[in-house]
């Protein structure tokens, strides 16, 4: 309401309405101030790591950091053909930022990342730094002939093309090679079959996980439907045997299923008593064993939002349906499970997205051939220190899990997913 408008009124009515406006910016306030601490715990802990993730995926310091004055060399050599060799002045360049280079660790992160370009410029890059790491004499010639003397491949036009290819602060290199592609003097090409298994891996995790929600939802629907009829005291039994496995660590769980499934544990040996097998059946280090133990871990996260949805489910319904002539199996699919597609969604859902990043796990009961995409990204990360391929799997998952996440928004309903129904 305007000033003009509360001016025109009786003064004791312009007065209860000044402060009702009041009151409710005075709510508004509140409001926003108890909102502050969610944002920011979502802006530190869910869109700075994003953002962060995203920056590492296409930052490339490394060559700008070694060689800032070849870089800078090179860029005022503008018209120079691809195929062609760079002037004296970038070789020169290049035999200064070698005899005044920060420190060998940087020196050793470019050779790094331009061995990514070509096998073997590490060795190169690393062989020059040796010989340039006590000034050497001054000899006579030019820098490209002295370079030349190093190796002859700093006066290949090949080099030079990948160096520059290299240089930018900014390189799509990693997301293209987290999707088994690379970037060529005439484009982005496909990678080497060699090097063509970020895409097989993301879709074998994809599966994983598809196979792993589909098998929680199987065993979960059932034991959330006894859970919801079942007497009160056994209710509560089964509610804390769903609650159990988070109680216990992560690692205690895998590993002690290492000890029940392996050839001599207690499943084989009760298999082998009872007469039903003749020799162990491997069930570890495999398959096999990453589904049975990733099932028992996830298997909560479906049953309990399939619980809570069908314990609002009246029972009567059920017997409405059946008094009006329905078989209990038509009643079922056209009245129960209808209602219980809010469980069903948000389950399955919240399950892929688990298992789809599952990492300790499949590394502890599965073999090399049932790595996910989460061994992987702890690889580039804790091992090489690669943070820039890291960040690009990363956000392939990330990527992934969003489509399966609009896919099942677009089947199930985004509502109905999140439980507004």
């Known amino acids: 309401m305007s000033t003009s408008s509360i001016a025109a009124m009786p003064a004791e009515t312009a007065s209860l309405v000044d402060a009702h406006q009041r ?21 530190v802990f869910f869109a700075l790591p994003i953002g962060m993730m995203l920056y590492r995926a296409v930052s490339n310091p490394e060559l700008i950091q070694a060689f800032p004055r070849t870089i800078a060399a090179l860029a005022e050599d503008e018209g120079r053909a691809a195929d062609s060799m760079p002037e004296e002045n970038v070789f020169v360049a ?7 280079a920060p420190s060998v660790s940087v020196i050793g992160e470019a050779a790094r990342r331009l061995n990514y370009e070509s096998s073997g410029y590490r060795a190169l890059v690393m062989k020059t730094a ?31 093309s990948d160096f520059q290819r290299a240089s930018p602060a900014y390189s799509p290199y990693y997301l293209l090679a987290a999707i ?5 003097g005439h484009g982005i090409a496909v990678a080497d079959e060699s090097q063509r298994v970020y ?53 205690a769980r895998t590993t002690s299923w290492i000890v029940v499934l392996q050839e001599k544990g207690i499943v084989n040996a009760l298999l082998l008593r009872l007469g039903l097998i003749d020799h162990p059946i491997p069930m570890i280090f495999n398959l096999s064993g990453v589904y049975i133990v990733m099932v028992h871990i996830l298997l909560p996260f479906s049953v309990l939002p399939l619980y809570n949805v069908m314990k609002s489910i009246p029972p009567h319904f ?23 597609l809010t ?28 790595q996910m995409l989460g061994y992987f990204i702890a690889f580039y990360t804790n091992t090489t220190v690669n943070w820039g391929m890291a960040s690009a799997l990363g956000l392939v998952l990330i990527l992934c899990v969003i489509v399966i996440y609009l896919l099942a928004a677009r089947l199930v309903g985004i509502r109905q997913i999140a439980g507004l129904r």
């Not at 409710?24 to 944002?39: A, H």
């Not at 002939?145 to 002859?152: F, M, Y």
């Open 23 to 43: 009151s409710s910016r005075r709510k508004k306030i509140f409001s926003v101030l108890l909102l502050l601490p969610l944002l920011a715990y979502t802006a």
């Open 318 to 340: 059920m017997r409405a349906s059946a008094s009006l002539g329905a078989h209990p199996l038509r009643g079922f699919i056209h009245v129960y499970l209808p209602m219980t």
């Open 94 to 100: 290049l035999e200064q930022d070698f005899l005044h």
């Open 130 to 160: 040796r010989h340039y790491k006590a000034p050497p004499s001054q000899t006579a010639g030019t820098a490209q002939a002295r370079l030349a003397a190093i190796d002859q491949r700093w006066v290949s036009p090949a080099l030079w």
């Open 180 to 184: 088994d592609l690379k970037q060529t």
């Open 199 to 251: 895409i097989d891996l993301t879709l074998k995790t994809l599966k994983i996980a598809a196979v792993v929600s589909l098998l929680c939802l199987v065993l979960g629907f059932p034991f959330a439907a006894l859970m919801v009829s079942a007497p009160r005291p056994l209710q509560i039994l089964l509610l804390l045997a769903v609650m159990l496995p988070f109680w216990t660590s992560l690692l």
């Open 343 to 370: 469980g069903i969604g948000s389950g399955t859902l919240l399950t892929f997205i688990v298992a789809a990043g599952y990492y300790v796990t499949p590394t502890l009961v599965g073999s090399a051939r049932e």
